[in-house]
């Protein structure tokens, strides 16, 4: 979906809004990350092409420190656009449960 932010600026604004849980999560910084996450976070998404389990694979860290991956039934589109140089930005939406 393109949207203008204001009509007469020519600027366009790509809007993709993908909800995925994060895989494992349990393996990484679980215990020692868990009380310092918010709703709302930024999550920093980085493509790992060379990860010998899934080529599409998109890390997934948090202030610096991976905590996961997004799942490899979901990371096709997201690989493909950050392939492609697209922009691309996550956040935490929800936090389902405690360790």
Same mark, same amino acid.
């Given at each position: 979906?393109?949207?203008s932010p204001s009509p007469g600026l020519?600027?366009?604004i790509l809007v993709w809004v993908?909800?995925?849980?994060l895989a494992g999560f349990?393996?990484?910084a679980r215990e020692?990350?868990? !009380?310092?996450? +918010?709703?709302?976070?930024r999550v920093?998404?980085?493509r790992d092409p060379d990860n010998r389990h899934d080529g599409r694979a998109i890390r997934v860290s948090y202030r610096g420190q991976m905590?996961?991956?997004?799942?490899?039934a979901g990371n096709d589109a997201v690989a493909a656009a950050? !392939?492609?140089? +697209?922009?691309?930005?996550?956040r935490i939406g929800a936090l389902a449960t405690a360790p």
């Open positions: 979906m393109l949207l020519g600027q366009s993908q909800s995925s849980t349990q393996y990484y020692t990350l868990w !009380d310092t996450l +918010a709703v709302g976070d920093e998404l980085d905590i996961g991956f997004l799942p490899r950050m !392939d492609r140089g +697209a922009p691309l930005e996550g």
